[in-house]
């Protein structure tokens, strides 16, 4: 099972960046999926998270401004960011908790993925 991410970029402030992630592999289920994101120097925080059945939460710090998505079928998982700010900076990952088909046929329950990062930079 892998997650890979994409769409991160660099953008000025006030600007708009969709990023995008989809697992691949013997996938049984998906659980939980959101986006984590580590600035230079600071410790990775949750930035927003979806159920299977699309509730969501969102950091203080990006509600209003970010929306999570999901798609079921694409086992796919996206973040809208609008009025980006510089503090957005940071590298982004994408995490979800997968069941994959071995894990299930073993018993061995659901695991936490993560993506390989992508870099968003909010510049002027």
């Known amino acids: 099972v892998q997650l890979q991410a994409s769409g991160g970029g660099l953008v000025q402030p006030g600007g708009s960046l969709r990023l995008s992630c989809a697992a691949s592999?013997?996938?049984?289920?998906?659980?939980?999926m959101g986006w984590y994101r580590q600035a230079p120097g600071k410790q990775r925080e949750l930035v927003t998270s979806i159920t299977s059945g699309g509730s969501t939460t969102y950091a203080d710090s990006v509600k209003g401004r970010f929306i999570i998505s999901r798609d079921n079928a694409k086992n796919a998982v996206y973040l809208q960011m609008s009025s980006l700010k510089p503090e957005d900076t940071a590298v982004y990952y994408c995490n979800a908790e997968i069941m994959s088909q071995s894990a299930k046929y073993y018993n061995l329950g659901v695991r936490g993925y993560w993506g390989q990062g992508t870099q968003v930079t909010v510049s002027s």
């Open positions: 592999g013997t996938i049984f289920s998906i659980n939980a």
